[in-house]
């Protein structure tokens, strides 16, 4: 069962005593519920964390913040500590509860680390003050890691998914021939050194094609090309 071990330290002006006793008995409700740690949201936080890379620090903390959206009686037992005026003390507290170095947490919630640029959590700095907790899921996410997902295609949809073959070929863009020939060479070579960081920008007036030569490019350089769902509204 998902326990937390608390040791419970405000500058020494909070009783021992009558912090220790809330936390039995929060705990004590909490470790009556259901969420275990084979079950269906740590399975996809593992799953999760090996496609996107993220540390064992990154995701002890994703799955916590996951429990804590939906466990009312976890929300209990961390009423107020999670409110820590800044990051340092945020991770103090996290790496207390969940058994690891504050350095870890520290780092794990800095504005570089992978769950606060994925948007995953958003950044406790710039929360505001009258929020319940700093580890703020992005909205929908408690939802899509507590359904059971088959592969890795299935978790990620929510987020990006495998883009279609493009209905176009190089001669449908002769106004781009040049350009076409440049960028494919510039993505090959990128593909055959394993280059990170590579980025191509396509710009133009919508319907003119750009997402189906993005698709091409993909097609024409032996690429996986994934597309983010967005709303053209707004």
């Given at each position: 069962?998902?326990?937390?071990?608390?040791?419970?330290?405000?500058?020494g002006?909070?009783?021992?005593?009558?912090?220790?006793?809330?936390v039995?008995?929060?705990?004590?409700?909490?470790?009556?519920?259901?969420?275990?740690?084979?079950?269906?949201?740590?399975?996809?936080?593992?799953?999760?964390?090996?496609?996107?890379?993220?540390?064992?620090?990154?995701?002890?903390?994703?799955?916590?913040?996951?429990?804590?959206?939906?466990?009312?009686?976890?929300?209990?037992?961390?009423?107020?500590?999670?409110?820590?005026?800044?990051?340092?003390?945020?991770?103090?507290?996290?790496?207390?509860?969940l058994?690891?170095?504050?350095?870890?947490?520290?780092?794990?919630?800095?504005?570089?680390a992978?769950?606060?640029?994925?948007?995953?959590?958003?950044?406790?700095?710039?929360?505001?003050?009258?929020?319940?907790?700093?580890?703020?899921?992005?909205?929908?996410?408690?939802?899509?890691?507590?359904?059971?997902?088959?592969?890795?295609?299935?978790?990620?949809?929510?987020?990006?998914?495998?883009?279609?073959?493009?209905?176009?070929?190089?001669?449908?863009?002769?106004?781009?021939?040049?350009?076409?020939?440049?960028?494919?060479?510039?993505?090959?070579?990128?593909?055959?050194?394993?280059?990170?960081?590579v980025?191509?920008?396509?710009?133009?007036?919508?319907?003119?094609?750009?997402?189906?030569?993005?698709?091409?490019?993909?097609?024409?350089?032996?690429l996986?090309?994934?597309?983010?769902?967005?709303?053209?509204?707004?």
């Amino acid at each position: 069962e998902f326990k937390l071990a608390v040791e419970i330290r405000y500058g020494g002006r909070m009783r021992r005593e009558t912090a220790r006793r809330r936390v039995e008995v929060c705990l004590a409700r909490h470790e009556a519920e259901t969420t275990r740690r084979n079950g269906t949201v740590f399975r996809n936080v593992q799953l999760f964390g090996c496609l996107m890379g993220l540390c064992a620090v990154e995701q002890e903390i994703l799955a916590f913040s996951l429990v804590l959206s939906v466990s009312g009686t976890l929300h209990d037992v961390t009423e107020g500590m999670l409110l820590q005026s800044s990051i340092p003390a945020l991770g103090g507290f996290l790496g207390a509860v969940l058994g690891f170095e504050r350095e870890g947490a520290i780092a794990a919630l800095s504005r570089n680390a992978t769950l606060i640029t994925t948007g995953i959590l958003k950044d406790p700095l710039t929360q505001d003050r009258h929020c319940k907790t700093f580890l703020e899921l992005m909205p929908g996410i408690g939802t899509v890691f507590s359904q059971e997902h088959k592969t890795a295609d299935s978790l990620m949809a929510a987020f990006f998914r495998h883009a279609p073959e493009s209905k176009l070929v190089t001669d449908d863009f002769p106004h781009l021939r040049e350009d076409i020939s440049t960028m494919f060479a510039y993505l090959r070579q990128a593909r055959e050194v394993n280059a990170k960081g590579v980025n191509v920008l396509l710009y133009g007036p919508p319907g003119t094609g750009k997402t189906e030569l993005a698709r091409l490019s993909a097609q024409s350089t032996g690429l996986n090309l994934y597309e983010v769902p967005v709303d053209d509204n707004g």
